[in-house]
């Protein structure tokens, strides 16, 4: 039996009158990269901000490595190594790509101890190796994912392929236990999502459990250990990709869409 | 319990004034999301055009509120013209800055031109006042009663029953979404600023001859402005009119029951108060999260 | 490079008093020098954190009348015949403890009001101001109200084995001030470098994604509240010390207007700026002062604070640094961001 890292439980999610998420179940195991998706207005993203405590959901409980979330705040949560990313505003704009890792290895920035911000003002040895040592790892998430030579550009001035990598690195920095990507790929080109894909791997080999909501269903199919299908708020399926293909009620519900949506982005890129 | 009963009186006229300023800003902060710091200026430039139109020109007291009202109305158009329109996308602090400094080059212009000493304007009402009972009030303050109470009447019927109302609450609503029905936002943020601005000088034309007539008496004004938009909420106004009362009765109490050194801190402690507790104003809808 | 400009300017402020003679110059400078100190502080809530604090005056003043206060002594009635007593202090202490009065001043309003944001923060952070000034109008007992408190002593700094060193010429003062700015310039420009000064750079920049990455809001913006204001109450400090004597008047509106005016003109979220723009505007009325009337001083002043924002929004400093090409892409910055606000739209 696999270690389970993330369940969801009886999770509901209301707006006013409307029904966003109503009873969701689903767990996630260590070491899975598991993928979330559904039609537009599905309530996956809406998913993300309850796990990451954006948003308090109705009814239900969010478990995390054995622990409840209920009541902790968002970068509490992140402080436990659940990290995720971004659909819209993945980078801090107006800092280097450089700077914006470095803004997210701040949990790697905090030192122990009471003493840490006198240490940091006055320079301190501890503060100091602390500081190369920060340096020295943004360094090597900016080389590991790919950006290097744009280090020293602002990340606002890059493609939207770029920030989406730029998302990564830094959500990365924040030295996830389990990451949790909204639409990562978007904006990507094929050339682009297939490194992506790559990349993924590669995180999840590092010991990273990764929980992924997408649009892209090529890119969905090969990357997934599992997926888990949504629509109008509920679990519809939920099994390895081969089986989510042959799921009349996701073909119903989803596939019809997705297969439009690939046939537009073959056309894009042609 | 006579005492109290007074100060109900007193806060009546006061809350009336406090209304109209309050109406102007909500509409300027709502509709254009301007912090508007020009807004205590135009009262004081609505309480000096009075003082002018009666002692300088000669003529008559019921014609004055009408000449500051307008004149409220054309100075609110060219500072949104000049000031704010090429700001248009900016973000909320430098627009913020802007009216900061053109209130404080308004003002310092205030006391070039009409110097410190504070003016007081004469007007024609009977110097006793109107007794009933144990309340006395003047006749002076009746009429700013009157006034204030038809002033409001005439900006909800603009704001509800006009097509420029119209145009202005679907700005509000949505101003992307407004220009796309066809709406002119640009006329519609430039009417917005001066119908504000017009109240705002009417009040001051109004409280002018009640008080006295100094370049700095917006200041306090504006602020109190702030406070009842905040205590309404943003771009209700309703809740304006619902809240300039109630700082009008918080300032009566406090000064009659607390020290009257204290009464103009009592719109400062409603601000803070209500957006400590409960941000959204008193009288918000309750929105859709999300 | 970037300090060794940082020590020539330094260098060059602390030779001025050998060759500038005239008093009234001097003065001009000590006082400019006290709000540069005060616009640093409101530029490291306005410029790496990006909350506009209004009532920044306040924690000013709070400095300067708890150093007046702590150093004249005070006997005020309470209740009854219960009266709080304090016998003077040594002015020094004085200082010390209008930096912790007002950083924790700092603290209780951070606290407070970081629960809303934006133009209500601003209206928050006025309203305080406000009130603090009502007190100190109205608690006559403490304060003396409008009378105000006189014969505030100078600062004394004991020296071992020399005795004590009255810091009360004009010369002296230039120095202290000098210091202390110096010294308040380095601990902002170490804290906005640190991890710390990272996290307050990505709250502004990214709120959510900041604290997505495990950034805490209130932690960190509390910390820039309670560093700023004892900053401000440091300045304060310096204030009642060398001017000798304060009423309400310290806590006017428009001395929190002047210090976002060397802020916002001298660049905003630069550790440069409200020192080139505080020299600018605090030195502005010595040469207006003898061509215009102070009414018309206050209308440049207004006048040159909007030519500055629609000329140059991001501020003297930053401006020419794009200009130089010392900054890193500075001038192609705000088309960037908003042709990737586009895309983002396209892609929604």
New interface residues.
């Given amino acids: 039996m696999a270690e389970t890292v993330l369940s969801i439980e009886h999770v509901a999610v209301h707006f006013g009158g409307l029904v966003a998420i109503s009873d969701m179940n689903f767990h996630v195991n260590k070491g899975e990269i598991v993928s979330l998706i559904g039609p537009n207005g599905a309530g996956k993203t809406t998913a993300f901000n309850v796990m990451t405590g954006f948003l308090t959901p109705a009814k239900g409980a969010v478990n995390y490595c054995g622990a409840d979330l209920k009541g902790k705040k968002p970068h509490e949560i992140a402080d436990l190594g659940l990290i995720r990313t971004f659909q819209r505003t993945s980078v801090f704009p107006n800092d280097t790509v450089y700077d914006n890792v470095l803004i997210g290895l701040h949990r790697q920035g905090e030192l122990k101890g009471k003493l840490g911000l006198a240490e940091a003002i006055l320079g301190l040895p501890r503060a100091r190796a602390s500081e190369k040592a920060q340096r020295a790892r943004a360094a090597e998430l900016v080389r590991w994912i790919g950006l290097e030579a744009r280090a020293n550009d602002l990340a606002g001035s890059l493609s939207y392929g770029e920030q989406r990598l730029v998302g990564v690195a830094l959500a990365l920095a924040a030295q996830p236990k389990m990451l949790l990507l909204d639409e990562p790929v978007s904006g990507m080109n094929a050339s682009e999502t297939h490194t992506f894909v790559q990349l993924i791997r590669n995180i999840r080999d590092r010991g990273v459990t990764i929980l992924l909501v997408e649009h892209d269903m090529p890119m969905v199919m090969s990357v997934s250990d599992r997926i888990v299908v949504l629509n109008y708020g509920r679990i519809i399926a939920e099994g390895p990709p081969d089986e989510i293909r042959k799921n009349p009620a996701v073909i119903e519900a989803y596939l019809g869409q997705g297969a439009k949506d690939v046939v537009k982005e073959v056309a894009v890129h042609a | 319990m006579d005492q109290l009963l007074q100060h109900l009186v007193n806060m009546l006229v006061l809350g009336g004034t406090y209304a109209l300023l309050g109406i102007g800003l909500t509409l300027i ?1 709502g509709i254009m999301n301007v ?1 508007n710091f020009t807004h205590g200026i135009l009262y004081t430039f609505g309480a000096y055009m009075m003082f002018i139109v009666v002692h300088q020109l000669g003529l008559n007291f019921f014609l004055a509120l009408p000449v500051a009202i307008v004149a409220g109305w054309l100075l609110g158009a060219l500072i949104e013209i000049t ?1 704010l329109r ?2 248009r996308g ?1 973000d ?3 627009t ?3 009216m ?10 205030a ?2 031109i009409w110097g410190g000493v504070a003016k007081s304007i004469d007007n024609p009402f009977p110097d006793a006042p109107l007794v009933i009972g144990p309340v006395s009030v003047s006749w002076l303050r009746l009429f700013v009663l009157f006034a204030a109470a038809l002033l409001i009447v005439l900006a909800y019927s603009l704001i509800n029953l006009t097509k420029l109302g119209k145009a202005m609450r679907a700005t509000f609503q949505d101003s992307d979404t407004a220009a796309l029905m066809g709406v002119n936002v640009s006329l519609i943020y430039t009417s917005t600023f001066a119908i504000g601005s017009s109240l705002a000088a009417a009040a001051g034309a109004l409280l002018g001859p009640v008080y006295v007539v100094f370049p700095q008496m917006g ?1 306090l004004a504006a ?1 109190k402005a ?2 009842i938009v ?1 205590l309404g909420g943003l771009g209700n106004i309703t809740g304006a009119v619902i809240g300039g009362f109630i700082l009008a009765l918080a300032e009566e109490l406090g000064a009659g029951y607390v ?1 009257s ?2 009464r ?2 009592m ?3 409603i ?2 108060m209500v ?2 507790f409960k ?1 959204t104003g008193l009288f918000a809808r ?1 929105e ?3 | 490079m970037k300090q060794i400009v940082t020590l020539l300017c330094l260098a060059f402020f602390a030779s001025v008093p050998m060759w500038l003679t005239d008093p009234y110059l001097l003065n001009a400078l000590i006082t400019t020098g006290i709000f540069i100190i005060g616009a640093m502080s409101l530029n490291l809530l306005l410029g790496f954190t990006g909350q506009l604090s209004l009532g920044h005056i306040a924690f000013f003043g709070i400095g300067a009348y708890v150093s007046a206060l702590t150093s004249l002594g005070f006997d005020v009635p309470i209740y009854g015949d219960f009266h709080i007593v304090h016998v003077p202090w040594p002015p020094i202490a004085g200082f010390l403890l209008a930096i912790v009065i007002s950083g924790f001043c700092g603290y209780l309003v951070g606290r407070l009001s970081f629960s809303v944001r934006g133009a209500y923060f601003v209206i928050v952070t006025i309203s305080f101001a406000e009130v603090v000034r009502l007190v100190a109008l109205n608690w006559v007992e403490l304060t003396q109200g409008p009378l105000a408190l006189t014969n505030i002593p100078s600062i004394t700094i004991g020296l071992p084995g020399l005795g004590y060193l009255v810091l009360k010429t004009k010369f002296h003062n230039y120095y202290l001030v000098l210091a202390v700015a110096a010294i308040s310039y380095f601990l902002i420009s170490r804290l906005v470098h640190s991890h710390y000064g990272r996290a307050m750079r990505g709250l502004m920049e990214n709120e959510t994604l900041a604290v997505a990455v495990g950034i805490d809001v209130t932690k960190t913006l509390t910390l820039a509240a309670v560093i700023s204001a004892g900053i401000a109450g440091a300045a304060g400090s310096l204030y009642a010390h060398y001017i000798r004597i304060i009423d309400p008047d310290v806590f006017a509106f428009i001395s929190t207007v002047t210090m976002v005016i060397m802020v916002v003109s001298g660049g905003k979220g630069s550790l440069a700026g409200p020192v080139v723009g505080g020299v600018i505007f605090g030195l502005l009325p010595v040469f207006l002062r003898p061509i215009m009337p102070p009414e018309a001083q206050w209308i440049t002043y207004g006048v040159v604070l909007i030519v500055i924002l629609f000329v140059m929004p991001r501020g003297i400093v930053p401006s020419l640094a794009a200009k130089l090409g010392l900054a890193r892409a500075g001038g192609t910055r705000r088309a960037s961001v908003a042709v990737s606000e586009r895309t983002a739209e396209e892609h929604a």
């Fill in positions: 902060f912090v000031l090429p700001l900016a909320i602090d430098t913020m800055l802007v900061i400094g053109a209130w404080i080059a308004m003002q310092s212009g006391l070039w200041d602020v702030f406070a905040i020290s050194g204290y103009d801190a719109g400062f402690l601000i803070i957006l400590i941000p309750a859709r999260v999300g």
